[in-house]
T-cell receptor
């Protein structure tokens, strides 16, 4: 297994456009997470799935953001009507539930909104 | 209210041992302490996790005193490639309570 993959790696879009990112987790991992990271800050939790169920969503998450994991495998994160403040690195991670639960992160998708 | 407090930055030289201390005064009985490492333009990577006393793996050691209100990540004989941001987290290892602070930016100098 090659780990968590994310596509695209970079995305430049104009304000007001919609964008969609994809995350492919490690195949046997049933938990999947999305984070957002801006320069100089740690990753900020957005949402997480266990299998296809979205179990938690950040209270700070705008309704322009939506995530899906339709078959409990890959996930997509869509941002509608992008704003310049959405410019950030979007990270995906996956894990197996357990006492010592380790999240495996992908390389991220860097979004630039112009 | 921040769950953890750690230094914003640290400098070290190659070959030295580096200790990064994290304060977590409000740690709960069931909370684990976990450290992640992040290189520029990459996602974080798990380093080590512990509950009490000392944990050691091939990369680092984690020292946790009896009161568990702090923990120290120890990196033996650092090299230039250890230059990264190190995050200390406490709590359940998933969900919105799994909070990354700004971390400690370690710079290893030649």
């Amino acid at each position: 297994d090659t780990g968590v993959s994310q596509n695209p790696r970079h995305k430049i879009t104009k304000r007001g456009q919609n964008v969609t990112f994809r995350c492919d987790p490690i195949s046997e991992h049933n938990r999947l997470y999305w984070y957002r990271q801006t320069l100089g800050q740690g990753p900020e939790f957005l949402t997480y799935f266990q299998n296809e169920a979205q179990l938690e969503k950040s209270r700070l998450l705008s309704d322009r953001f939506s995530a899906e994991r339709p078959k409990g495998s890959f996930s997509t994160l869509e941002i509608q009507r992008t704003e310049q403040g959405d410019s950030a690195m979007y990270l995906c991670a996956s894990s197996l539930p357990g006492e010592r639960e380790e999240q495996y992160f992908g390389p991220g998708t860097r979004l630039t909104v112009t | 209210l921040a769950k953890t407090t750690q230094p914003i930055s640290m400098d070290s030289y190659e070959g030295q041992e580096v200790n990064i201390t994290c304060s977590h005064n409000n740690i709960a009985t069931n909370d684990y302490i976990t450290w992640y490492q992040q290189f520029p333009s990459q996602g974080p990577r798990f380093i080590i996790q512990g509950y009490k006393t000392k944990v050691t793996n091939e990369v680092a050691s984690l020292f946790i005193p009896a009161d568990r209100k702090s923990s120290t990540l120890s990196l033996p004989r650092v090299s230039l490639s250890d230059t990264a941001v190190y995050y200390c987290l406490v709590g359940e290892n998933y969900g919105q309570n799994f909070v990354f602070g700004p971390g400690t930016r370690l710079s290893v100098l030649p």
